[in-house]
């Protein structure tokens, strides 16, 4: 990118502007209103529609993430993983699965094709349903849990068939995960979507399906609390035209043989909402079908006057043919421009305001990045991840940022396996405990996990320095692949990792982490002229229960590890 002086540009566009004020006044002041309204309208348009998909696909990402987790698709994982049907060990994975993203999908069942069906429900974090019915069985038991195979507390019994639903009918027939229509939640008047996914034995039989649903409630609420103007509206459609989720406050419900029943777009008294999807219906056809990657946008003339649209295709990865749609009125942005037009005897007043006005816009352009590259260093310092900065210049507020960026990877990320590192890690945790302290009610726990390589020296000795190099930058790979994205991977140091993992916290859950990092990490690694292995010791500690600072967690987590080794050499595997 061709490099310019900061000064030119803040200096050059103003002395135009006031030159052709004066030479053109009422022209200059028109044209360069209408382009910064329309210039302005797509941009919030292009944003919003952006922000409102993103979002929403992160709510189904989830629910096939929470599938995945029970039965992970052979194309994901390093082996083959046998699908087990047994109900007790579906209820541990179910228990894990169903928490994964609690304020989307908190209800994560299986139905087996013998009829056999186990389903955990977390309506909160102190109210758990488990729904139990043993093959054969004619009557279904509901349960009120605290934790896996408790059965203290019977809520009722109920006739069911797993078999008999839609999810299950629909799923068992296909190899792809497959959505149901939005319905109402049959314990709540929430609006509801289902993924189902056909489950099978080692030898390709049908073992049974599995599931979970998706509130779409926290989409409408969401919707809700965008602000894009005073009189525009934002919601999703699905392909048949049903609206999904929407800004208004209209209720896309309504009730038919006393059934509650979305709304076709059409039929919604919103004018925003029936009008822009009447005249634009082809349009949005197009796009669902074209699947652009960046929204589109289109001025249309409804009863309100003229209205800028963007739509934006969302859910294609997730196997949905779902619309975002953004709607705003021109005379939202133009208001306070018409009313400065009509004073005609103040026109050449207001034109010198216009043109300083978009000089002070110019020197807020540089003042807006520079908070920019502020924020992010406060959040470097304090060890969060560098936020994308989105400062495309070739000034040197661009060239700033760009070295911002390289400075972070080098300061903060192992220079041979590309995982954060030792500075990293402490800072991460510094920050979550700086967290923890503001806000005590609502801290967020985490655990860390002390990953020490067995047979690694020998590794090194026998085959080299460069062998062993990249052996650790495979194990680091794989440690990645093993934990989400919220959590972090460290190099401690030598042939040691430590792994944060945020909101993982009770014995089940790191016993299972612990067990898939085991399992992905010992697998055989191929050097040149040699296939070897490396074995794994893992502790663990807590924040807060096993204490509130990174060295005592260390030292905690490390004594763990140590003592795992040694239960290793003697044959004598556990989780501390």
């Given amino acids: 990118m061709k490099r310019t002086s900061l000064r030119r540009e803040l200096l050059i566009p103003v002395t135009v502007l006031v030159i052709g004020v004066s030479v053109a006044i009422a022209w200059v002041s028109m044209k360069a209103g209408t382009d910064a309204v329309q210039t302005l309208t797509q941009r919030v348009l292009t944003d919003m529609v952006n922000r409102i998909s993103n979002a929403t696909e992160r709510h189904l990402e989830g629910a096939l993430i929470a599938?995945?987790?029970?039965?992970?698709?052979?194309?994901t994982v390093p082996r083959e993983q046998v699908f087990s049907d047994d109900m007790r060990t579906l209820e541990i994975n179910l228990w894990a699965a169903s928490g994964l993203f609690m304020n989307v999908n908190n209800y994560v069942y299986y139905g087996g094709e013998d009829g056999r069906f186990v389903g955990v429900y977390r309506i909160k974090n102190d109210f758990v349903e488990l729904f139990w019915h043993e093959p054969g069985d004619g009557l279904r038991e509901v349960y009120n849990v605290a934790s896996p195979g408790d059965r203290t507390k019977l809520l009722r019994t109920e006739p069911y068939d797993p078999r008999k639903r839609p999810w299950y009918r629909v799923a068992s027939v296909?190899?792809?995960?497959?959505?149901?229509?939005i319905y109402n939640n049959f314990t709540a008047a929430y609006p509801t979507i289902t993924l189902a996914k056909a489950v099978f034995r080692k030898d390709h039989s049908l073992a049974g399906v599995v599931a979970t649903d998706v509130t779409l409630k926290v989409l409408?609420?969401?919707?809700?609390?965008?602000?894009?103007?005073?009189n525009s509206v934002a919601y999703i459609l699905d392909a048949e035209g049903h609206i999904v989720a929407t800004s208004g406050q209209e209720s896309p419900v309504k009730m038919v043989d006393g059934m509650p029943v979305h709304m076709m777009a059409t039929e919604m008294k919103t004018s925003l909402i029936s009008e822009t999807y009447k005249k634009s219906f082809e349009w949005q056809r197009q796009i669902l079908q074209k699947n652009p990657d960046v929204p589109s946008t289109r001025q249309l003339e409804l009863s309100v006057g003229t209205v800028d649209v963007a739509v934006s295709s969302l859910g294609n990865r997730q196997g949905l043919s779902w619309l975002t749609v953004v709607a705003v009125p021109r005379s939202d942005f133009m208001s306070g421009i018409n009313q400065g037009f009509m004073q005609s005897a103040l026109i050449a007043i207001a034109c010198i305001i216009i043109a300083l006005t978009i000089g002070v816009a110019m020197v807020e352009r540089v003042v807006r990045d520079i908070r920019k590259l502020t924020g992010a260093a406060e959040k470097f310092g304090n060890g969060e991840?560098?936020?994308?900065?989105?400062?495309?210049?070739?000034?040197?507020?661009?060239?700033?940022?760009q070295t911002f960026i390289e400075m972070e990877n080098k300061l903060r990320f192992d220079k041979l396996t590309q995982v954060a590192n030792r500075e990293s890690l402490f800072a991460q945790i510094n920050y979550l405990r700086k967290q923890a302290a503001l806000n005590?009610?609502?801290?967020?726990?985490?655990?860390?996990?002390?990953?020490?390589l067995d047979r690694f020296k020998f590794i090194n000795d026998t085959y080299g320095h460069d062998a062993g190099d990249k052996v650790l930058v495979i194990i680091a790979a794989r440690l990645q692949a093993a934990i989400r994205d919220t959590d972090l991977v460290a190099r401690y140091g030598g042939d040691e990792f430590v792994l944060l993992l945020k909101e993982v916290k009770?014995?089940?859950?790191?016993?299972?982490?612990?067990?898939?990092?085991?399992?992905?990490?010992?697998?055989?690694i191929a050097l040149e002229g040699a296939i070897v292995s490396v074995g794994v010791s893992i502790g663990w500690a807590s924040f807060p229960d096993d204490g509130d600072d990174y060295v005592r967690l260390i030292k905690i987590a490390d004594g763990r590890m140590y003592k795992r080794k040694r239960d290793r050499k003697s044959n004598q595997l556990h989780l501390v």
Avoid: N, Y
């Fill in 67 to 75: 599938l995945e987790s029970i039965s992970p698709d052979p194309r």
């Fill in 174 to 181: 296909t190899d792809k995960p497959v959505w149901s229509a």
């Fill in 220 to 230: 409408s609420d969401f919707l809700k609390t965008l602000e894009i103007s005073k």
């Fill in 385 to 401: 991840p560098l936020p994308a900065l989105d400062i495309q210049r070739g000034d040197e507020i661009g060239t700033l940022a």
């Fill in 440 to 452: 005590a009610r609502e801290a967020e726990a985490f655990t860390l996990l002390f990953v020490d």
């Fill in 506 to 524: 009770g014995s089940i859950d790191i016993s299972s982490t612990v067990e898939k990092i085991c399992a992905l990490v010992e697998e055989p």
